[in-house]
């Protein structure tokens, strides 16, 4: 999406200067809170740091490598990875400025319903799933990052909806080259005591369920702990029942939705103190694919709410207003 691209660029010059302030935006039916303050050094993480879903909190505010964001990585891994909450230890990653109201995604909803961040990210730098955290405490990475979050106002998109918009630069051309496929675009951190059962749908309009192969079962409670589970689709969602493919309009779940497909997984994770579910849509299935140059790439997925028909008719009502040129994909 070049014409997406061009206008971050054109924006984060002018960004209003980052500010020591908690960012919350409400469509009535989603609820998102950006740039709390996280512990253990109560430094403001530029990502969402809670999002409730018709008054219940879905993605909680846990920890800088949890809840609602974006990270990307490099041929290293888990060992050089850029991540928009912050690193291992703990520090934040910077908030180089903001447009509290920002109308930039152009999808015809009002400025008052979206905010784009700009982010200096910190390399997250732990090696593998054990807690293992190598150090380079607040090791600034050398990309440039823009979050941007739409939600819908009821008119030019349901309020069952939010709309990112992730986009990176790399700041020199000897910077390491994101993986497309390593990067996960976006990631969130789910209370498997609200959403704990996984879903996919190979067009965004079917679902079914979503099993580990080592438990036999779509219940992330009863998945291995910090095991991930891949699926190639357009879409994931994680849900508060287990027959929704039988009951598609009963419950609520939160999906994301790729226009392209690509790989997603999900996994059973332990938080500080949540027990979560990590659900994730990656940047392309395939992982030749890395960012070269040093322009802007940008990302647009597509977040729906609601019971699974809910969210199918959402995504059928963003494939027919929203031209598949403006789905971008790294």
Not at 285 to 313: C, K, N, Q, Y
Request: net charge negative.
């Amino acid at each position: 999406m070049k014409r997406l691209s061009l206008l971050i660029a054109l924006l984060l010059p002018t960004m209003a200067a980052a500010q020591d302030q908690t960012f919350e935006k409400d469509n009535g039916i989603i609820r998102i809170r950006l740039n709390e303050k996280v512990a253990p050094f109560q430094e403001r993480s530029p990502m969402i740091t809670g999002l409730w879903i018709a008054g219940r909190l879905a993605v909680p505010h846990d920890n800088v490598g949890a809840d609602f964001q974006m990270t990307t990585r490099s041929r290293e891994g888990n060992e050089y990875n850029p991540t928009q909450g912050g690193d291992c230890n703990g520090h934040a990653s910077l908030l180089t400025g903001s447009i509290p109201n920002w109308s930039g995604a152009q999808l015809g909803t009002p400025a008052s319903h979206g905010i784009l961040l700009g982010i200096d990210p910190l390399l997250y730098d732990e090696p593998g799933l054990s807690g293992s955290c190598r150090g380079r405490p607040a090791q600034v990475a050398p990309y440039d990052m823009a979050f941007g979050v739409t939600l819908g106002d009821g008119f030019a998109m349901p309020r069952e909806a939010m709309m990112l918009d992730m986009s990176i630069r790399k700041d020199f051309s000897g910077a390491q080259n994101p993986v497309k496929a390593l990067s996960e675009l976006p990631v969130a951190f789910v209370d498997t005591n609200f959403l704990r059962y996984a879903y996919y749908s190979l067009n965004g309009s079917q679902f079914q369920r979503f099993q580990a192969s080592s438990a036999f079962s779509h219940d992330i409670r009863q998945w291995p702990w910090n095991e991930n589970f891949y699926q190639s689709a357009h879409a994931i969602a994680l849900c508060d029942r287990p027959d929704m493919v039988e009951q598609p309009t009963q419950g609520t779940c939160m999906a994301f939705y790729s226009h392209e497909p690509t790989l997603v997984y999900a996994s059973r994770r332990q938080g500080a103190p949540y027990e979560l579910g990590l659900m994730a849509m990656l940047g392309d299935d395939d992982f030749s694919t890395e960012i070269v140059g040093t322009e802007w790439h940008t990302a647009r997925r597509l977040v729906a709410v609601g019971h699974l028909t809910s969210v199918a008719a959402v995504i059928a009502h963003a494939e027919q207003r929203i031209p598949a040129s403006a789905w971008a994909q790294w």
